[in-house]
């Protein structure tokens, strides 16, 4: 069974709006950790975002927030007022233990940010 | 050179030749991964490395080699590859303690002629 799941193959976004790219992840570990990077057409993967399992309050980074619905095992991205340098793949990426180094990753979303 | 790099950025070989990825972190860092990805499919982890000493392993072919002399470098030797191991393969880094973020290098594009 996939362990992150991300349903979305790809999103079209207007400038300057909002968009939330969605993430279900399946674990049976009470700890885990959940990160968002992004890979622009380069190749390089960049760090965004992450939330910790045990965190109360969803995590924020500048634009990117991540609605974490624990019980839903959800951890979408959402990216305000997107820009066209957004547009890239975004993955979603699972951690699970508390020293666990093995990360697992989803399949990615192609999110298109339309002028 | 801040950051994780990776050298060199493409690479075109021939299924007899012998090639070396490297991958040099200047983040402090104490583990070190190699990812392979290929088209359509998610990221694979193939090899870890905590303090010079590999700790995974994912089935990965012989015919892909790692290895760690120190905490900030990494290799890859690749010898008598097939065409399907043409991938982008990603070298990260993390300061490993609790849910440590990996921080990924640029990646070298691989091509198996």
């Known amino acids: 069974a996939q362990k992150i799941t991300q349903t979305q193959p790809g999103m079209f976004v207007q400038e300057k709006e909002a968009v939330t790219l969605d993430c279900t992840y399946d674990t049976s570990d009470p700890s885990y950790g959940l990160f968002w990077y992004k890979q622009p057409s380069s190749g390089e993967m960049i760090f965004l975002i992450y939330q910790g399992s045990y965190d109360q309050q969803n995590a924020t980074e500048g634009r990117y927030s991540l609605n974490f619905q624990k019980a839903r095992k959800s951890a979408n991205l959402v990216i305000s007022a997107s820009q066209l340098g957004d547009s890239a793949m975004y993955f979603c990426a699972m951690r699970e233990g508390n020293y666990g180094q093995n990360f697992v990753f989803g399949p990615g979303t192609r999110l298109s940010v339309l002028p | 050179e801040t950051g994780v790099t990776q050298t060199p950025r493409h690479l075109v070989m021939g299924m007899t030749n012998k090639k070396s990825l490297k991958c040099e972190q200047h983040l402090g860092h104490n583990a070190m991964y190699w990812y392979k990805q290929s088209a359509k499919k998610p990221l694979e982890l193939m090899f870890v490395y905590n303090f010079k000493e590999q700790t995974e392993n994912n089935s990965v072919p012989s015919r892909f080699s790692p290895e760690c002399p120190n905490s900030s470098h990494l290799f890859l030797h690749l010898h008598t590859l097939q065409p399907e191991d043409s991938a982008l393969y990603l070298c990260?880094?993390?300061?490993?303690?609790?849910?440590?973020?990996?921080?990924f290098g640029p990646g070298t594009r691989l091509l198996v002629l």
């Open positions: 990260a880094s993390s300061q490993e303690g609790q849910m440590e973020t990996q921080y």
